[in-house]
């Protein structure tokens, strides 16, 4: 028993940290895909397609690594404004910021960010 212990949190552990090398994974592939997506769109000028594509990446990978990472970890089941079909997807474990909050989102953000 203590062996299958042991092995679930080594495994929650190489899960968790592999997180954010999934985050950059898919970071590259975005950017390669809205490069290629602005390249074929096409702009006048080459400021103005060097600007489309600095926009469009910046907020992809924003929402990529910031928003959906605290998307998933909300519990938003107090929320009154959000309905009721919205609130069952965003049962997390964190229903606020706390000290548990920024030891394991937190800790995720910031390892995205430093690799």
């Known amino acids: 028993m203590c062996k299958d212990y042991a092995d679930d949190i080594l495994w929650s552990k190489v899960l968790g940290q592999s997180i954010a090398f999934i985050i950059i994974a898919v970071n590259i592939i975005l950017k390669i895909v809205i490069i290629q997506l602005c ?4 702009e006048d000028t080459e400021s103005e397609q060097k600007s489309l594509i600095t926009n469009g990446v910046f907020y992809a990978q924003f929402f990529n690594t910031g928003i959906l990472i605290i998307l998933v970890n909300a519990n938003l089941k107090d929320q009154t404004i959000i309905g009721h079909h919205i609130r069952k997807f965003f049962n997390g474990q964190h229903a606020d910021y706390s000290s548990e909050w920024y030891i394991d989102v937190g800790l995720v953000i910031l390892q995205t960010m430093v690799i």
């Open 39 to 42: 390249f074929w769109i096409g």
